[in-house]
């Protein structure tokens, strides 16, 4: 039996997305091996994260500065927007490096089982954005579910009277991908979405 105080580090690390119990002990049974060296940088590096952990005011995007680096980029290109479901969507695109512009974080998804409404999310954020000028292009990137395809319907909707282009990321076959292993879902959003070869 371990302390109560390492049994409460293990509940921690198992409510981690991922880590389940015995991931979890694993994990607090190597760290107590490098007590030293591990342990202590990980609690410095805890510690510091949750003394300057701030919300972004501009885009929602979570850092340790506030306007956050994303949004203090001046090599970012402030006339495109990518709309996107939460942070670690923003982090896989940006981590991807593939979109030069800035992002706006809604903070969820319409869900009228969850009871998420509009005024749940940063919509109306998004709105004074794209209202104050100088946004050209507005990327939708939300997820492809019923609820993220919702929400990118809505959104499109409340933007159509701005001067804006709105595109949204294509679905559908992913690379490597074969056309047995795949659901009925994504067949008919690649069919949907078909263009023209050459």
């Known amino acids: 039996m371990a302390s109560q105080e390492i049994e409460a580090l293990t509940g ?8 389940g119990p015995r991931s979890a002990r694993r994990a ?28 972004c ?10 306007p956050c680096g994303v949004c203090a980029d001046p090599r970012r290109d402030a006339r495109s927007l ?15 490096r593939l979109f030069p512009g800035r992002y706006h974080v809604l903070g969820g998804r319409l869900s009228a089982l969850d009871g998420v409404r509009p005024e749940d999310l940063t ?9 104050k000028g100088g946004i050209d292009e507005v990327v939708l990137a939300m997820n492809a579910t019923l609820e993220g395809q919702t929400t990118a319907h809505y959104l499109a909707e409340r933007l159509e009277g701005y001067p ?35």
Do not use: F, M
């Open 12 to 19: 921690a690390l198992a409510r981690l997305p991922g880590l």
């Open 28 to 55: 607090v049974l190597w760290l107590l091996k490098r007590r030293e060296t591990a342990l202590d940088q990980l609690v410095a590096a805890l510690a510091a994260v949750q003394e300057r952990l701030v919300e």
């Open 57 to 66: 005011a501009t885009c929602g995007n979570v850092d340790t500065s506030d």
């Open 82 to 96: 990518c709309v996107v479901e939460d942070v670690p969507d923003l982090w896989a695109l940006d981590r991807a």
């Open 123 to 131: 919509i109306d954020l998004l709105i004074e954005r794209v209202a």
């Open 164 to 198: 804006i282009r709105i595109t949204q990321l294509a679905h559908g076959l992913p690379v490597g991908g074969e056309l047995d292993y795949l659901d009925e879902g994504t067949l008919a959003q690649a069919i949907r979405a078909r263009r023209p070869v050459g």
